[in-house]
């Protein structure tokens, strides 16, 4: 078969080219798409595809770095941490802020007692397992470090310990408070987990 020389392809296009543009912006859509096919008709033309960049590369050439893995698909919380001393300082403060609670407590017996523990921030109190779902957990004892809506992160001397509240039953240390109005003296009492579950 004869090969047109490639300058004559060349002008052949680009008059096709000039006739295309011409008739695109004087017709409209569906006339311009007929015309189109109708010189189009029996005619094999060569298109090449251009590749995609690829999307892991820049403008500047640098590769995207990888996400690190967490919860979320978030960059991992690191777990807060304090020295013992720290600690025993903020249960100091915990103690001083509990008794000024306690003393407004107007009747002062372990029901009440509790229902003003639920209500009051528990960071820096002294919380001991005593019953729970997960019998390795019995008899964990610490300083409450932090709390989330459904856990404690109990700091003893040795480590922290993750305590899940619900089905947990937890004795909480309190000031003694020989001056309250009543005569009665409440160190400790025993309070539900479920009851400590935070509401959002």
């Avoid at 941490?81 to 300082?89: F, H, K, P, S, V």
């Avoid at 008794?99 to 919380?127: M, N, S, W, Y």
């Avoid at 001397?157 to 004795?171: A, C, D, G, P």
Wanted: proline fraction near 4%.
């Amino acid at each position: 078969k004869f090969a047109p020389p490639f300058f004559l392809v060349a002008a052949m296009c680009e008059r096709a080219e000039a006739w295309v543009l011409s008739t695109m912006s004087s017709w409209k859509r569906d006339k311009a798409v007929k015309a189109i096919s109708s010189r189009l008709r029996g005619r094999n033309l060569a298109v090449e595809r251009r590749k995609r960049a690829s999307r892991s590369s820049s403008a500047s050439g640098q590769k995207r770095q990888p996400r690190q893995p967490g919860r979320q698909g978030g960059t991992r919380k690191r777990a807060p941490t304090a020295t013992l001393a720290q600690l025993r300082n903020q249960h100091r403060v915990w103690m001083e802020y509990a008794a000024t609670e306690l003393r407004a407590v107007p009747i002062f017996h372990e029901q009440t007692v509790a229902a003003l523990f639920v209500k009051l921030d528990k960071h820096g109190c002294f919380l001991k397992v005593l019953r729970s779902s997960c019998p390795s957990q019995v008899g964990v004892a610490g300083i409450v470090l932090t709390e989330t809506k459904r856990t404690f992160v109990l700091m003893s001397e040795r480590k922290q310990h993750l305590i899940v509240k619900s089905r947990t039953w937890f004795q909480v240390s309190l000031p003694s408070l020989a001056e309250h109005s009543s005569g009665t003296s409440i160190n400790t009492i025993l309070i539900e987990g479920d009851r400590l579950l935070l509401q959002q």
